[in-house]
C-alpha cells in the first residue's frame, strides 16, 4: 500500500473504513489524512485518533496518493471540480451513492485508476459487504489495493457497473430488511410474555447463528438448511405456513424490485 490515504469527506462511513484500516495495520491513522466541510467534528475526531486533517480539498489531493471520495452524492461534481487538476496518477475511490463512473470520469484524468464501491452498513463493525467495480484499463495494483481497504471493514465483491443497482438493493438495503425482521420477531417474543431483553437477546443470537450457518455450509441450498429446523406436522412447518400465508415472499421480491428501480431513479 502505498504511504498516504486520503479521505475527501469524513462521515460515518468514512470514519469506520478509516478506524478499519489503522486496527487492521495496513494505513494507521499517521498514514491518513481528511477534509471535511465539518471543521468542528473532524477536529475533535482528529484529536482522538491521531490522522491529519488538512486545510482544504486541495492540500488533500496534493499529498493522498490515494483518495476516497466520501462527500455525500451531490456534493461530489463540486467537491471533484475543485481538485481535477490535481488528480493525475491517483488511485480515485469513490463511496458516494448513485454516482456513477462516467460522471466521475469527467473529473478523474485517464492516467488515474478511477473505482467505485458501494459499502453497507455493517462496515461500521467490521462484517460489511462492499461492492466494487472499476474504469476500464485499471491499473490491476491499484485494485489490489482497493480490495485491501474493503476488506479491512468485511468482505469485497466484484460487480458490473450495471448491476449495481441490483446488487445495493440486496446489500445496502438489506440490512434494513433484517433490522424490520428481527424488530417483528422481538415484538412478537414479547406478546408472548418473553421480557424485551431475552426477547432481543433470542432473536439476535438466532439471526447470527443462522447466518453462521448458512456461511459455514456453502454446498446447502437456503431450503435444505431450513428442511432441517423444519419437520413435518411440527411447530416450525406452522410458522412457516403463516409466513407464506402472508405472502412474505412475494413482499421480499417486490422490496427488492422497487428498491432497484429508486436505485436508477437516483442515479
Known sequence: ?????GFLGYGRMAQAISEGLDQSGLVPYKKQLASDVARGPLAKIQEKRGFKAVADNRELALKAPIIVIAVKPHQVRGALGEIKDLLG???VISIAAGVTLSVLGEYVPEDSTLARVVPNLPALVGKGLTLMTSRKGANPEDLANVR???????EVVDLPENLFNEGSA???S??????LVMEAMVRG???LGIPWDVARQLVLKTSEGA???ALARPGASLAELRDQVSSPGGTTAEGLLALEEGKLTALFHEALARATLKGKALS
Not at 500500500?1 to 490515504?5: G, I, Q, T, Y
Not at 485491501?148 to 468485511?154: D, E, L, N, R
Not at 438489506?174 to 433490522?179: D, K, L, Q, S, V
Open 211 to 213: 447466518a453462521a450457518t
Open 174 to 179: 438489506g440490512p434494513a430488511y433484517f433490522f
Open 148 to 154: 485491501k481497504i474493503f476488506q479491512a471493514v468485511g
Open 1 to 5: 500500500m502505498p504511504a498516504v490515504v
Open 89 to 91: 496518477e491517483r488511485l
Open 170 to 172: 440486496v446489500s445496502g
Open 189 to 191: 417474543a414479547a406478546r
